[in-house]
């Protein structure tokens, strides 16, 4: 399984992409090259094998790996992901605050937060790195690459954790904005508290029976024929907990291509329809800093049109 190591070798963050780490297993692959075959297998062994040869897999300590180098169980490698030439997103990031501590970007749609899948590059970390040339980046939170918006990353190893507990201890005050269909007979403001669980479908959430574990506050702001602006205020960070939410009411946001129908995923290659984005915007931030005590308070540029 493939994780963040706390400890990880002294390998340079290339291209504003760090080496990512995978422990090996228990196992008899006759080289370490075999078992990466094995646990990747849209990569073949050959592709592996010239990786190795050019310096792109390393050990514990930092030695590259050779492609005849045997398999040992429950040893930590690290390894430069590499993916076919990405497609450019043709939307930018801002940053809109920063300091010792900090960084707070303004998310256009589209763009993934953190390398995924096929993204690598044209994700907002990497970009980050790149513009700014801090390789200690590390989001704090993540929304959706479908979602445009705040998104905050520290900057510090050591202040990290103090950062990181605010989301953890609720104590981040965030509002988001959507577009979506307009219900005359839906008493607004109004709390909305369920219990959210990953669904059948890959990548899906859904609502189920139990203990509430989602609270979402709506409200409206503005109607347009048939659509209506609406503020929601997460309680809890439930993944996809608005976009669940909204459906659940029966108000999917204009141009959801996960709720309340899973369409299928774009083959590579293939670039969205950018003319619909998905009509959630996550619109301020707010809280108190654990550093500094200083309140902060920001808020996105961006606009959601009808």
Known sequence: MISASLTRPPLPVRNGVSASCVALPEGSWPTVAD????????????????????GDVFDASG????????YVSHRKIYYYRSLPPELPIPFEETVVYQDDWIVVADKPHFLPV?????????????????KLGIETLVPMHRID??????????IQPKTRNAYQAMFRERAVDKHYEAIAPYRAD????????????????????????GEPNAETHLTLLETQGALARYALHPVTGQRHQLRVHMASLGL??????????????LPLGQTPDYDRPLKLLAKSIAFTDPITGARRTFESKRCLTF
């Not at 030695?63 to 045997?70: E, H, Y």
């Not at 999917?252 to 995923?265: A, F, G, K, T």
Request: aromatic share 10%.
């Open 35 to 54: 078992y990466l075959a094995h646990r990747f297998a849209r990569f073949p062994l050959e592709e592996w094998q010239t990786r190795m040869a050019r």
């Open 63 to 70: 030695k590259m790996l050779s492609p005849d180098c045997p």
């Open 114 to 130: 953190v390398p995924s899948g096929r993204y690598l590059q044209e994700t907002l970390l990497v970009r980050l790195k790149r």
């Open 145 to 154: 690459l479908d979602t445009a918006g705040l998104v905050l990353f520290t």
């Open 186 to 209: 839906l008493p607004l403001p109004s709390v909305i508290t369920n219990r959210l669980r990953e669904a059948a479908a890959f990548m899906q959430m859904q609502v189920t029976a």
């Open 252 to 265: 999917p946001i204009v141009n959801d291509r996960i709720y309340p129908h899973l369409y299928p995923e």
